[in-house]
């Protein structure tokens, strides 16, 4: 099933995330590869944000917390990677 098989590359790129944001916070420049990080992964729950809400993000506070606030309106196939994205950005 494509759907189970997603998910699970989904989750592996989460713990690969984690992994690498608790490393780099130990090497000297790290912060700022993490901060990178982070940013990418706004990025991705931007573009991924269903195109209704997108004028929303400067009055919620960016990509992370307007998808998070109206996850209801992320169609039902995307909310597992959202939610992902989402848990990966706020682990950083």
């Known amino acids: 099933d494509s759907l189970a098989q997603s998910s699970l590359q989904t989750r592996q790129l989460y713990l690969c995330h984690l992994t690498m944001a608790s490393l780099l916070s130990s090497v000297p420049g790290g912060e700022a590869m993490k ?17 209704m809400i997108k004028p929303l993000f400067p009055i919620l506070g960016g990509p992370v917390k307007t998808v998070e606030c109206c996850m209801c309106l992320v169609p039902a196939d995307k909310q597992e990677q959202a939610k992902s994205a989402i848990a990966k950005y706020k682990e950083m």
């Open 35 to 51: 901060e990178e990080m982070k940013k990418k992964a706004e990025e991705q729950v931007g573009e991924q944000a269903p195109d």
